[in-house]
C-alpha cells in the first residue's frame, strides 16, 4: 500500500493530487466561488486593513457604525454589514451590491502592531522589491535578544494574476502606494526605514492585478482613505512630520 492510500485509509478522506502550476485548480476555485456567493479576504500580506471612512455619502441605517455592528448604506446602492471600530470596518463583515451580489470574510490584522503591542524586541516590515533594506532588517533580527517579528510582503503572480516578470515592480508599488510601508520597531521606537512621499494612489498598485478587478470605484475610494489615514498615524509614531 503506498503512502497515499496509507494516509487516505488513516484520515477517511481522499487526497487531492497536488498540481504545481496551480492554475487548473486556481481556475476551478474561480468557477465553484462564482456559481455560490463569492467570498472576499482584502488586503495584501499586511495586509491591508481597509475601512470604510470616504468621502463618499453613507448613512448608518441600522445598528452601531461606530464602535460595533452595524450597517450602512452607500450613495451608490452598496451596503455594508459587519463591524466596526472608530468608524471603520474591523472583523468580520459582508458587502453587498446593488445587484445582490456580495463578498463575505473578514478583514486582516495589522500583524506588525499586534507583534508590538505584545513587546516584541524587534519588528519590522520588508519586502523583497527591496532587497538591502530586508537584508539589513534579518541581520537586526538575528542580533536581538529575544524573539523577533519580520513581516515580509512575497508577490505571488499565480494568486495575484499578474505577470510574474513584473514581481518587482508590483512590489515596489505597494510600498510607494503606502499600502506596505517600510519601517522598524526597536524596543518601542518606530522608525520608517523608506519614505517614499508624495504617495502614489492605491490605483496605481491595484491597476493590472486581476484579484482587484471586481472593486468599485466607492470601495477603492475607501481603501485609499484607510490607507491614508493608517499612514499618517505611521508617521506620527516614527517623529516624521
Known amino acids: 500500500m503506498n503512502l497515499k492510500k496509507r494516509i487516505a485509509k488513516f484520515t477517511g478522506k481522499r487526497m487531492m493530487a497536488v498540481n504545481r502550476r496551480c492554475k487548473p485548480h486556481i481556475k476551478n476555485h474561480v468557477k465553484r466561488s462564482t456559481m455560490r456567493k463569492r467570498t472576499m479576504i482584502i488586503g495584501i500580506a499586511w495586509v491591508l486593513a481597509i475601512g470604510c471612512s470616504s468621502n463618499q455619502p453613507r448613512e448608518c441605517v441600522e445598528g ?3 464602535e460595533g455592528k452595524g450597517t450602512i448604506q452607500l450613495q451608490s446602492g452598496s451596503k455594508y454589514i459587519g463591524q466596526f471600530k472608530e468608524g471603520f470596518r474591523e472583523g468580520d463583515g459582508v458587502y453587498q451590491w446593488p445587484n445582490k451580489e456580495s463578498y463575505e470574510g ?14 516584541i524586541p524587534y519588528v519590522a516590515t520588508a519586502c523583497p522589491s527591496y532587497p538591502f533594506d530586508l537584508m539589513e532588517k534579518a541581520k537586526k533580527a538575528r542580533m536581538v535578544r529575544g524573539p523577533s517579528y519580520l513581516h515580509i510582503l512575497s508577490v505571488c503572480p499565480t494568486g495575484w494574476r499578474t505577470p510574474s516578470d513584473l514581481s518587482i515592480r508590483y512590489g515596489r508599488l505597494a510600498v510607494q502606494s503606502g499600502v506596505f510601508p517600510l519601517y522598524e520597531v526597536n ?20 491597476k493590472g492585478q486581476g484579484r482587484f478587478r471586481h472593486l468599485t470605484a466607492d470601495t477603492i475610494q475607501e481603501i485609499q482613505d484607510r490607507v491614508t489615514r493608517e499612514w499618517e498615524e505611521l508617521k506620527a509614531l516614527c517623529g516624521v512630520k
Request: aromatic share 10%.
Open 106 to 119: 473578514t478583514w486582516k490584522k495589522n500583524m506588525p502592531k499586534i507583534a508590538v503591542a505584545h513587546d
Open 64 to 66: 452601531n457604525c461606530t
Open 187 to 206: 524596543v518601542g521606537r518606530h522608525q520608517l526605514t523608506y519614505n517614499p512621499e508624495p504617495l502614489r494612489p492605491v490605483t496605481d498598485y491595484f
